[in-house]
C-alpha cells in the first residue's frame, strides 16, 4: 500500500508540473530608467563635487556665481575625451572669458582624473 502511495504521489507531482514553454521568448517588458545615481561616474563626480567647493558657485539647474551644471553639460554635449580633459583643466587652473568675466577659482590640488570625474558627471545632467 506504500508502495502504492509513493507512486501516485509521484504522478501527481508530475501531473501538476509546469507546463511553460522555458524555449518560448519573454514576455516581460524591461523598464528603462534614467536614473543617473546607479552610473559610476556619477557617483565619484558628485562625491568629489560634494568635497570640494564647486557649489559655493554653481548650481544643478541655475546660473549662480558660475554657470550651471546643466549649461555646461548642454555646451559640452558629446564632448569627446580630448574636450573632457580639456574642461578638467580649466577645473585645476581656473580661468575666465568662456562664462562671461568672472572668474573660476582655481584648484591646483585637484588630481587631474578626479577633475576628469567631475567634468564626467557634469556632463550627465543634460536637461532633455
Given at each position: 500500500?506504500?508502495?502504492?502511495?509513493?507512486?501516485?504521489?509521484?504522478?501527481?507531482?508530475?501531473?501538476?508540473?509546469?507546463?511553460?514553454?522555458?524555449?518560448?521568448?519573454?514576455?516581460?517588458?524591461?523598464?528603462?530608467?534614467?536614473?543617473?545615481?546607479?552610473?559610476?561616474?556619477?557617483?565619484?563626480g558628485l562625491a568629489l563635487i560634494g568635497a570640494n567647493d564647486c557649489l559655493t558657485c554653481h548650481k544643478?539647474?541655475?546660473?549662480?556665481?558660475?554657470?550651471?551644471?546643466?549649461?555646461?553639460?548642454?555646451?559640452?554635449?558629446?564632448?569627446?575625451?580630448?574636450?573632457?580633459?580639456?574642461?578638467?583643466?580649466?577645473?585645476?587652473?581656473?580661468?575666465?572669458?568662456?562664462?562671461?568675466?568672472?572668474?573660476?577659482?582655481?584648484?591646483?590640488?585637484?588630481?587631474?582624473?578626479?577633475?576628469i570625474a567631475m567634468v564626467k558627471y557634469v556632463l550627465l545632467l543634460k536637461k532633455s
Open positions: 500500500m506504500k508502495k502504492l502511495f509513493g507512486i501516485c504521489l509521484i504522478a501527481l507531482a508530475v501531473a501538476c508540473g509546469s507546463n511553460e514553454d522555458k524555449s518560448a521568448p519573454s514576455t516581460e517588458v524591461k523598464k528603462e530608467t534614467n536614473d543617473l545615481s546607479a552610473n559610476p561616474d556619477y557617483q565619484k544643478v539647474n541655475e546660473a549662480s556665481t558660475g554657470p550651471a551644471y546643466a549649461d555646461i553639460a548642454a555646451k559640452y554635449a558629446g564632448a569627446d575625451d580630448a574636450k573632457i580633459k580639456e574642461v578638467a583643466g580649466k577645473i585645476i587652473a581656473g580661468g575666465s572669458g568662456v562664462w562671461g568675466q568672472v572668474p573660476m577659482t582655481p584648484h591646483p590640488a585637484l588630481a587631474e582624473d578626479d577633475a
